[in-house]
T-cell receptor
Framework: DGGITQSPKYLFRKEGQNVTLSCEQN?????MYWYRQDPGQGLRLIYY???????QKGDIAEGYSVSREKKESFPLTVTSAQKNPTAFYLC???????????FGEGSWLTVV | AQTVTQSQPEMSVQEAETVTLSCTYD???????LFWYKQPPSRQMILVIR??????QNATENRFSVNFQKAAKSFSLKISDSQLGDAAMYFC????????????FGSGTQLTVLP
């Protein structure tokens, strides 16, 4: 079955470290999105990509970086510049028509 | 840029009663999709209902229905015969069909169902 796979599900980061969250899809979708969710809060857009080798900053891109070298993959790097990275991270990909949105199961990142 | 506003951070409803969650959005586009998603504590995103902007008829899925007012840019969700399993965070979402293809979520409404 087609879908989105996020890994790892749980990740611990030490202060000053960069970490990368993986998002892989086998849906042949062009668009992919990364969101951050803090406890009891909504989804805030970090980065999105509409096509391979192109991506755009969302509302809270500072301290994050992405790449889109392959259609299937849209990894998110949380850099040491992100001062408060502890959160739930969700990857999403809509169909081209826009009428269906697929989500990964999310990744929990904790700074220790 | 499109914005989606959910003005009710928290709502509660008695089991078997009806509750309505509000959502408004701002857009200059004429064609788009609107969604309601349910997020239980597991954080899994579960599609509740979807509305296509060019369809005037309000979408319905069993106990869930929407009141879509395109001119007013309003998209409320009505849950009838509320069940304990309906307790969750509910998100309203907007998906553009334009070249920008934005996917924007509201801030969510935490629904509590009282036994």
């Amino acid at each position: 079955d087609g879908g989105i796979t996020q890994s790892p599900k749980y990740l611990f980061r030490k202060e000053g470290q960069n970490v990368t969250l993986s998002c892989e899809q086998n849906l042949n979708h062009d668009a992919m999105y990364w969101y951050r969710q803090d406890p009891g809060q909504g989804l805030r857009l970090i980065y999105y990509s509409q096509i391979v080798n192109d991506f755009q900053k969302g509302d809270i891109a500072e301290g994050y970086s992405v790449s889109r070298e392959k259609k299937e993959s849209f990894p998110l790097t949380v850099t040491s510049a992100q001062k408060n990275p502890t959160a739930f991270y969700l990857c999403a990909s809509p169909t081209h028509s826009g009428n269906t949105i697929y989500f990964g199961e999310g990744s929990w990142l904790t700074v220790v | 840029a499109q914005t989606v506003t959910q003005s009710q951070p928290e709502m509660s409803v008695q089991e078997a009663e009806t509750v309505t969650l509000s959502c408004t959005y701002d857009t200059s586009e004429s064609d788009y999709y609107l969604f309601w998603y349910k997020q239980p504590p597991s954080r899994q995103m579960i599609l509740v209902i979807r509305q296509e902007a060019y369809k005037q008829q309000n979408a319905t899925e069993n106990r869930f229905s929407v009141n879509f007012q395109k001119a007013a840019k309003s998209f409320s969700l009505k849950i009838s015969d509320s069940q304990l399993g309906d307790a969750a965070m509910y998100f309203c979402a907007y998906r553009s069909t334009s070249s920008a293809r934005q996917l924007t979520f509201g801030s969510g409404t935490q629904l509590t169902v009282l036994p």
